[in-house]
Protein backbone atom coordinates (compact mmCIF):
# COMPACT_ATOMS: atom_id res chain seq x y z
CA UNK A 1 0.00 0.00 0.00
CA UNK A 2 3.02 2.70 1.09
CA UNK A 3 6.30 2.28 -0.20
CA UNK A 4 8.59 5.20 1.32
CA UNK A 5 11.94 5.46 -0.84
CA UNK A 6 14.51 7.29 0.42
CA UNK A 7 12.84 10.58 1.05
CA UNK A 8 14.29 13.59 3.10
CA UNK A 9 13.00 17.19 4.07
CA UNK A 10 15.21 20.00 4.42
CA UNK A 11 15.07 23.58 5.38
CA UNK A 12 17.04 26.42 5.75
CA UNK A 13 18.10 27.28 9.58
CA UNK A 14 18.17 30.34 10.72
CA UNK A 15 22.25 30.34 10.76
CA UNK A 16 21.76 30.11 6.63
CA UNK A 17 22.56 26.48 7.11
CA UNK A 18 20.26 23.25 6.01
CA UNK A 19 18.11 21.56 8.64
CA UNK A 20 17.24 17.90 7.84
CA UNK A 21 13.72 17.48 9.39
CA UNK A 22 13.42 13.93 7.79
CA UNK A 23 16.52 12.30 6.72
CA UNK A 24 16.60 9.93 3.87
CA UNK A 25 13.58 7.51 5.35
CA UNK A 26 12.81 4.32 4.02
CA UNK A 27 9.96 1.88 4.85
CA UNK A 28 6.50 -0.31 3.64
CA UNK A 29 3.25 -0.03 5.11
CA UNK A 30 0.62 -3.08 3.76
CA UNK A 31 -2.81 -2.61 3.53
CA UNK A 32 -4.41 -3.26 6.32
CA UNK A 33 -1.64 -2.86 9.25
CA UNK A 34 -1.80 -0.41 12.06
CA UNK A 35 1.64 1.13 12.21
CA UNK A 36 3.10 3.80 14.85
CA UNK A 37 5.71 6.31 14.53
CA UNK A 38 7.37 7.40 17.82
CA UNK A 39 9.91 9.31 19.39
CA UNK A 40 10.87 12.90 21.15
CA UNK A 41 9.59 16.06 20.05
CA UNK A 42 11.37 17.36 17.35
CA UNK A 43 12.01 14.43 15.83
CA UNK A 44 10.36 15.27 12.51
CA UNK A 45 7.72 12.77 13.05
CA UNK A 46 4.96 15.60 12.00
CA UNK A 47 6.96 16.42 9.21
CA UNK A 48 7.11 12.46 8.31
CA UNK A 49 3.12 12.45 8.62
CA UNK A 50 2.80 15.72 6.08
CA UNK A 51 5.18 14.29 3.37
CA UNK A 52 2.83 11.09 3.60
CA UNK A 53 -0.46 12.76 3.70
CA UNK A 54 0.58 15.14 0.29
CA UNK A 55 0.28 18.16 2.66
CA UNK A 56 4.10 19.32 1.57
CA UNK A 57 6.62 17.58 -0.68
CA UNK A 58 9.97 15.97 -0.03
CA UNK A 59 13.15 17.72 -0.83
CA UNK A 60 14.36 14.25 -2.61
CA UNK A 61 13.19 10.12 -2.84
CA UNK A 62 9.75 9.43 -3.77
CA UNK A 63 6.36 8.37 -1.64
CA UNK A 64 4.08 5.76 -3.96
CA UNK A 65 0.84 4.48 -2.76
CA UNK A 66 -0.86 2.01 -4.07
CA UNK A 67 1.37 1.76 -7.10
CA UNK A 68 1.16 5.53 -7.99
CA UNK A 69 4.49 8.05 -6.88
CA UNK A 70 2.81 10.97 -5.11
CA UNK A 71 5.78 12.81 -4.88
CA UNK A 72 5.25 13.02 -8.55
CA UNK A 73 1.99 14.57 -8.70
CA UNK A 74 1.26 18.13 -9.85
CA UNK A 75 -0.89 20.63 -7.42
CA UNK A 76 -4.41 19.75 -8.72
CA UNK A 77 -3.01 15.79 -8.38
CA UNK A 78 -2.03 16.30 -5.17
CA UNK A 79 -5.20 18.06 -4.12
CA UNK A 80 -7.37 15.40 -5.73
CA UNK A 81 -5.41 12.55 -3.59
CA UNK A 82 -5.73 14.09 -0.36
CA UNK A 83 -9.43 14.32 -1.07
CA UNK A 84 -10.06 10.93 -1.53
CA UNK A 85 -7.00 9.11 -0.33
CA UNK A 86 -5.86 10.14 2.84
CA UNK A 87 -8.05 10.51 6.12
CA UNK A 88 -6.43 12.94 8.52
CA UNK A 89 -6.85 12.98 12.94
CA UNK A 90 -4.87 15.72 14.14
CA UNK A 91 -4.29 15.82 18.37
CA UNK A 92 -6.68 19.20 18.80
CA UNK A 93 -9.11 17.84 16.70
CA UNK A 94 -9.61 20.18 14.06
CA UNK A 95 -13.44 20.20 13.86
CA UNK A 96 -15.19 23.54 12.29
CA UNK A 97 -16.97 25.10 16.08
CA UNK A 98 -19.91 26.25 13.79
CA UNK A 99 -21.09 23.31 12.64
CA UNK A 100 -22.75 19.91 13.87
CA UNK A 101 -20.52 16.91 14.67
CA UNK A 102 -22.62 15.50 11.23
CA UNK A 103 -22.64 18.52 9.23
CA UNK A 104 -18.25 18.43 10.63
CA UNK A 105 -18.28 14.69 8.77
CA UNK A 106 -20.60 15.81 5.71
CA UNK A 107 -18.38 18.62 4.39
CA UNK A 108 -15.16 16.24 3.08
CA UNK A 109 -18.15 14.12 0.94
CA UNK A 110 -19.02 17.79 -0.33
CA UNK A 111 -15.42 18.49 -1.68
CA UNK A 112 -15.78 15.15 -3.82
CA UNK A 113 -19.33 15.57 -5.50
CA UNK A 114 -21.90 13.96 -3.37
CA UNK A 115 -25.40 14.63 -2.91
CA UNK A 116 -26.21 16.25 0.05
CA UNK A 117 -28.86 13.07 1.01
CA UNK A 118 -25.29 10.66 0.45
CA UNK A 119 -23.25 12.50 2.47
CA UNK A 120 -26.10 12.97 5.53
CA UNK A 121 -26.69 9.07 5.47
CA UNK A 122 -22.95 8.06 5.07
CA UNK A 123 -21.84 10.72 8.16
CA UNK A 124 -24.99 9.54 10.22
CA UNK A 125 -23.07 5.88 9.40
CA UNK A 126 -19.93 6.58 10.29
CA UNK A 127 -20.87 8.34 13.68
CA UNK A 128 -22.76 5.63 14.19
CA UNK A 129 -19.80 3.19 13.81
CA UNK A 130 -17.57 5.52 15.85
CA UNK A 131 -19.92 5.52 18.69
CA UNK A 132 -21.42 8.65 18.29
CA UNK A 133 -25.31 7.91 18.19
CA UNK A 134 -28.44 10.10 18.89
CA UNK A 135 -29.30 13.12 19.58
CA UNK A 136 -25.09 14.10 20.11
CA UNK A 137 -25.03 13.93 16.11
CA UNK A 138 -26.56 17.58 16.57
CA UNK A 139 -24.45 19.15 18.96
CA UNK A 140 -21.66 21.55 18.10
CA UNK A 141 -18.02 20.45 19.05
CA UNK A 142 -18.29 22.86 21.82
CA UNK A 143 -21.09 20.99 23.38
CA UNK A 144 -19.29 17.25 23.06
CA UNK A 145 -16.37 16.39 25.36
CA UNK A 146 -12.80 15.65 24.20
CA UNK A 147 -13.04 11.97 23.72
CA UNK A 148 -16.73 12.57 21.43
CA UNK A 149 -14.93 15.23 19.11
CA UNK A 150 -12.18 12.63 18.56
CA UNK A 151 -14.54 10.53 17.35
CA UNK A 152 -16.17 12.97 15.21
CA UNK A 153 -12.73 13.66 13.32
CA UNK A 154 -12.20 10.11 13.18
CA UNK A 155 -15.76 9.68 11.34
CA UNK A 156 -14.82 13.06 9.28
CA UNK A 157 -11.33 10.94 8.16
CA UNK A 158 -13.39 8.21 6.91
CA UNK A 159 -15.61 10.20 4.94
CA UNK A 160 -14.52 9.51 1.52
CA UNK A 161 -13.28 5.96 2.20
CA UNK A 162 -9.32 6.88 2.26
CA UNK A 163 -6.77 4.08 1.42
CA UNK A 164 -5.02 5.41 4.42
CA UNK A 165 -5.59 7.47 8.07
CA UNK A 166 -2.94 9.71 9.43
CA UNK A 167 -2.95 10.29 12.75
CA UNK A 168 -0.99 12.73 14.67
CA UNK A 169 -0.81 12.17 18.82
CA UNK A 170 -4.82 11.42 18.35
CA UNK A 171 -5.02 10.87 22.02
CA UNK A 172 -2.47 13.54 23.11
CA UNK A 173 -5.65 15.88 24.06
CA UNK A 174 -7.73 13.05 26.31
CA UNK A 175 -7.28 11.38 29.68
CA UNK A 176 -5.85 7.60 29.18
CA UNK A 177 -9.11 5.93 29.15
CA UNK A 178 -10.63 7.49 26.34
CA UNK A 179 -7.02 7.90 24.94
CA UNK A 180 -6.85 4.14 24.41
CA UNK A 181 -10.92 4.03 23.78
CA UNK A 182 -10.00 6.08 20.59
CA UNK A 183 -6.32 3.95 20.16
CA UNK A 184 -8.24 0.55 19.89
CA UNK A 185 -10.89 2.24 17.53
CA UNK A 186 -8.49 2.89 15.37
CA UNK A 187 -7.46 -0.42 15.01
CA UNK A 188 -10.20 -2.06 15.02
CA UNK A 189 -11.08 0.00 11.56
CA UNK A 190 -7.71 -1.01 10.30
CA UNK A 191 -8.79 -5.29 10.47
CA UNK A 192 -12.36 -4.81 9.62
CA UNK A 193 -12.26 -2.17 6.65
CA UNK A 194 -8.28 -2.61 5.67
CA UNK A 195 -7.57 0.62 5.93
CA UNK A 196 -4.03 1.80 6.28
CA UNK A 197 -3.63 3.63 9.76
CA UNK A 198 -0.28 5.09 10.87
CA UNK A 199 -0.09 6.95 14.10
CA UNK A 200 2.08 9.49 16.13
CA UNK A 201 2.37 8.58 19.92
CA UNK A 202 4.53 9.65 22.30
CA UNK A 203 2.94 7.03 24.25
CA UNK A 204 4.88 3.63 24.02
CA UNK A 205 2.76 1.22 25.83
CA UNK A 206 0.04 2.06 22.89
CA UNK A 207 2.72 1.75 19.76
CA UNK A 208 3.61 -1.82 21.88
CA UNK A 209 0.12 -2.49 20.85
CA UNK A 210 0.65 -1.84 16.70
CA UNK A 211 1.31 -4.27 13.94
CA UNK A 212 4.19 -2.49 12.65
CA UNK A 213 6.36 0.15 14.84
CA UNK A 214 9.10 2.74 14.12
CA UNK A 215 11.21 5.17 16.23
CA UNK A 216 12.17 8.47 14.77
CA UNK A 217 15.01 10.54 15.95
CA UNK A 218 16.60 13.36 14.50
CA UNK A 219 15.48 12.78 11.21
CA UNK A 220 16.31 8.88 10.80
CA UNK A 221 13.64 5.86 11.08
CA UNK A 222 14.80 2.61 13.21
CA UNK A 223 12.18 -0.41 12.89
CA UNK A 224 10.45 -1.87 15.83
CA UNK A 225 14.06 -3.57 17.46
CA UNK A 226 15.07 -0.56 18.45
CA UNK A 227 12.28 0.87 20.02
CA UNK A 228 13.02 2.64 23.32
CA UNK A 229 11.70 1.94 26.28
CA UNK A 230 10.60 5.86 26.79
CA UNK A 231 11.59 9.37 25.97
CA UNK A 232 12.30 12.24 28.12
Not at 142 to 151: H, T
Not at 166 to 184: H, M, Q, R, W, Y
Not at 191 to 204: G, L
Amino acid sequence: MLAVNKISKTFKSGDGGIFNAVDNVSFKVKQGVFASIVGPSGSGKTTLLSLLGALDRPSSGSITVDGQDISKFNDHELTNYRARNVGLVFQSYNLIPNLTALENVMLPMEFVGLGKLTREQRARELLNQVGLSGDKQQRKPGKLSGGEQQRVAIARALANKPKIILADEPTGNLDSVNGKNIFNLLHELSKNQKTTVIVITHDISLAGKTDQRFSLTDGKLQKDKDLPRSFR
